[in-house]
């Protein structure tokens, strides 16, 4: 299991293998979140933020993803001083690639966001 340390103002998606994460804050904890909709695979990172169902949508077929549910599958990590530290499933071997990328195109507006994009 690959232990990472990256600059979250140089990246926000890491790609790991068959593995792309995404980073963010949920409630005031940062984490990296699994780039896979539980339904079929689609890059929640190209979603929406659903303020009123706490959710993200997939940009594929629709689907709410809950919050809860991103908080369960995410990566915990430590945030502290520009740098993030994480420790990824998977090989070591892997190459981790660092990217930053436009997330969550189209957040809707909300009086009370809960997850703020990186
Ligand atoms: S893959 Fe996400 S809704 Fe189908």
Redesign the pocket.
């Known amino acids: 299991m690959p232990i990472i340390k990256f600059d979250p103002r140089q990246s926000n998606f890491l790609i790991h293998g068959d593995r792309r994460y995404f980073l963010t804050t949920i409630d005031g904890s940062a984490f990296l979140v699994v780039d896979k909709?539980p339904?079929?695979?689609?890059p929640l990172h190209l979603g929406y933020l659903n303020c009123r169902k706490n959710a993200i949508v997939?940009p594929?077929?629709?689907?709410s993803v809950s919050i809860h549910r991103l908080q369960q599958l995410a990566i915990p990590l430590i945030w502290r001083h520009d740098v993030v530290v994480a420790i990824l499933p998977g090989s070591e071997t892997t190459p981790v690639i660092f990217k930053h990328r436009n997330l969550l195109a189209t957040p809707e507006i909300s009086t009370q966001d809960t997850l703020k994009v990186v």
Do not use: L, V
């Open positions: 909709c339904h079929r695979g689609g997939c594929w077929h629709d689907s």
